[in-house]
């Protein structure tokens, strides 16, 4: 039941795009198809901002993409602004149908 | 207005128990699974459990399973979690999240609760 592995950390410029990828497993990411990202503000309650691999939640800015292939999923934020700046952690079902692995969490600094 | 309000986290002794409650309000709480996420001091989110919509099926990550129990009252809207033989690395803040209800992902979450383990 290992955590997902992301990025420590990825930074950019306003403006710019970034790019956070989530390396899971046969058993996980690439058995399940159905990943999720979610934003994290320290001291806030955690985001949902992508489902099933691509879908945005209404509400969501489509500057938010995901996207899946194999074993790996990969969130990018376009035209990066200062309030994007926090934790990003990507989830995936693991086994059956309650249970669920994060990733490790990648911190999202803003230059 | 859809919220999630997690209750009941304290400072506990090494090897002791603990409940926490969720309250759920702003809709249909039993249209959804539930599950308990923690994040330790400086760590990343942690799924830690989950139960279904009816409450008949419950899951946990190893370092809980045998120690930690979910269960919810749909007729109070509310999601618990039962700790025993609480250890120091339990210490976390806990949030409830709710399970989307076509699918996988947590679309709701509370503000957390937290729970330390310290003797």
């Known amino acids: 039941q290992s955590a997902l592995t992301q990025p420590a950390s990825v930074s950019g410029s306003p403006g710019q795009s970034i790019s956070i990828s989530c390396t899971g497993s046969s058993s996980d990411i690439g058995s399940s198809h159905l990943v999720s990202w979610y934003q994290h503000h320290p001291g806030k309650a955690p985001k949902l901002i992508i489902y099933e691999n691509r879908q945005r939640p209404s509400g969501v800015s489509n500057r938010f993409s995901g996207s899946r292939s194999g074993n790996t999923a990969s969130l990018t934020i376009s035209g990066l602004q200062a309030e994007d700046e926090a934790d990003y952690y990507c989830?995936?079902?693991?086994?059956?149908?309650?249970?669920?692995?994060f990733g490790s969490g990648t911190k999202v600094t803003v230059l | 207005e859809v919220q999630l309000v997690e209750s009941g986290g304290r400072v506990v002794r090494p090897g002791g128990s603990l409940r926490l409650s969720c309250a759920a309000s702003?809709?249909?709480?039993?249209?959804?699974?539930m599950s308990w996420v923690r994040q330790a001091p400086g760590k990343g989110l942690e799924w830690v459990g989950g139960?279904?919509?009816?409450?008949?099926?419950?899951d946990y990550v190893d370092s809980v399973r045998g120690r930690f129990s979910t269960s919810r009252d749909n007729a109070k809207n509310s999601l618990y979690l039962q700790m025993n033989s609480l250890r120091v690395e339990d210490t976390a803040l806990y949030f409830c999240?709710?399970?989307?209800?076509?699918?996988?992902?947590?679309?709701?979450w509370g503000q957390g609760t937290l729970v330390t383990v310290s003797s």
């Open positions: 999240a709710r399970v989307r209800s076509a699918g996988p992902g947590f679309d709701c």
């Open positions: 989830c995936s079902y693991a086994r059956g149908l309650t249970f669920d692995v």
């Open positions: 139960i279904n919509w009816s409450g008949t099926i419950t």
């Open positions: 702003g809709f249909i709480f039993d249209d959804h699974g």
